[in-house]
């Protein structure tokens, strides 16, 4: 079972009490995008074997959204935090790059 803890009010919660939101740190397609980018905004998702980030909302507690760094094979949390951080935090980035040696930050903006 996967168990985050909200970085808004601290609360620890297992996902029957989280909506999960989707990938984190897409980049939307604003006014004048072109058909192919709305199509790659709406469509085209990362759908990574190890670590990923994702969009997930306190639904039973808080009611507010955050982002969580996570490995899609293990269920290993590396950290959550604010859904207004543009960026992973270098500490979990850190601990990604310690448990995958070769991983790197992709930069999605």
């Known amino acids: ?25 897409v980049r939307r397609a604003g006014p004048g995008a072109s058909e192919s980018e709305v199509e790659d905004y709406l469509f085209m998702r990362e759908n990574p074997r190890g670590p ?6 306190h639904a039973y507690g808080c009611g507010k ?10 269920l290993e949390v590396f950290g959550t935090y604010p859904a207004q951080t543009t960026e992973p935090p270098e500490h979990i980035r850190a601990a ?5 040696p ?8």
Request: hydrophobic share 40%; aromatic share 12%.
């Open 52 to 57: 990923h980030f994702e969009r997930w909302r």
């Open 96 to 100: 990604i790059t310690e448990r995958h």
């Open 1 to 25: 079972m996967l168990i985050l803890t909200c970085p808004c009010c601290g609360v620890t919660a297992d996902e029957t009490e989280l909506a999960g939101g989707g990938e984190a740190h």
């Open 102 to 109: 070769g991983w790197r930050w992709r930069d999605f903006s």
């Open 65 to 74: 959204w955050f982002l969580a760094a996570r490995d899609t094979a293990t």
